[in-house]
Nanobody, 122 residues
Framework: QVQLVESGGGLVQPGGSLRLSCAASGFTLANYAIGWFRQAPGKEREGVSCISSSRITTYFEDSVKGRFTISRDNAKNTVYLQMNSLKPEDTAVYYC???????????????WGQGTQVTVSS
């Protein structure tokens, strides 16, 4: 059974950092690209970042470039999203999702985690 479980969310002050984890099970993580998405209240879900299976390709949405990094440890079946210099507008539920291919230009995702709340507030 394919499962993705996010963790690491929480409340942080503006300028702070959080590292989100996406633990994968039920499939071979090394064969798939993984994306991070977020959805703020009243807004549509948006793609934040993606990492290809080989780590060669990464993608970042413009508003997080230079502040977020993405990495993966296939041996640990985990993908990470390091978020630095957090802003109130980063507040959202963050989800990880499995792309249907090993590369990020494939936009379709077939399995999603349950999400983890990130709140940036003073």
């Amino acid at each position: 059974q394919v499962q993705l479980v996010e963790s690491g969310g929480g409340l942080v002050q503006p300028g702070g950092s959080l590292r989100l984890s996406c633990a994968a099970s039920g499939f071979t993580l090394a064969n798939y690209a993984i994306g991070w998405f977020r959805q703020a209240p009243g807004k549509e879900r948006e793609g934040v970042s993606c990492i290809s299976s080989s780590r060669i390709t990464t993608y970042f949405e413009d508003s997080v470039k230079g502040r977020f990094t993405i990495s993966r440890d296939n041996a640990k079946n985990t993908v990470y999203l390091q978020m630095n210099s957090l802003k109130p507008e980063d507040t959202a539920v963050y989800y990880c999702a499995r792309r249907t291919k090993y590369y990020c230009s494939e936009k379709e995702s077939d399995y999603w985690g349950q999400g983890t709340q990130v709140t940036v507030s003073s």
